[in-house]
């Protein structure tokens, strides 16, 4: 598939690469709403783990159960697409996202 089709299939004028990468990423954190999502985000390098909340525009909004600063843990936070590096998003019939708390290594 081409990117004009592509573009034409989401309804985004033009072919911008960009644009079809953000309606992608933002479907799919739509269509798993309530589903546990790690997220790996450019500004730092910067882990969320928790429950995609809502999708608002071009952020995704998500209710973080772990981060790597752990005063960040169990706040929500708004995250801009654009931002995100790499994200797994959990489904039935996959892999868990393991919980790494230190609390639970002991």
């Known amino acids: 598939?081409?990117?004009?089709?592509?573009?034409k299939q989401l309804g985004i004028e033009g072919g911008d690469i960009n644009a079809i990468r953000q309606a992608v990423v933002s479907r799919e954190f739509k269509d798993n709403k309530g589903q546990r999502a790690l997220i790996l985000i450019a500004p730092y390098p910067?882990?969320?783990?928790?429950?995609?909340?809502?999708?608002?525009?071009?952020?995704?909004?998500?209710?973080?159960?772990?981060?790597?600063?752990?005063?960040?843990?169990?706040?929500r936070f708004s995250i801009h697409i654009d931002d995100i590096e790499?994200?797994?998003?959990?489904?039935?019939?996959?892999?868990?996202?393991?919980?790494?708390?230190?609390?639970?290594?002991?």
């Open 86 to 106: 790499v994200f797994y998003i959990q489904k039935p019939g996959r892999p868990e996202i393991p919980d790494i708390r230190k609390e639970h290594h002991d």
């Open 46 to 75: 910067f882990l969320i783990i928790g429950t995609i909340f809502e999708v608002v525009s071009d952020y995704v909004v998500i209710d973080a159960q772990v981060t790597n600063i752990s005063e960040l843990d169990d706040e």
């Open 1 to 7: 598939m081409d990117i004009n089709s592509l573009s």
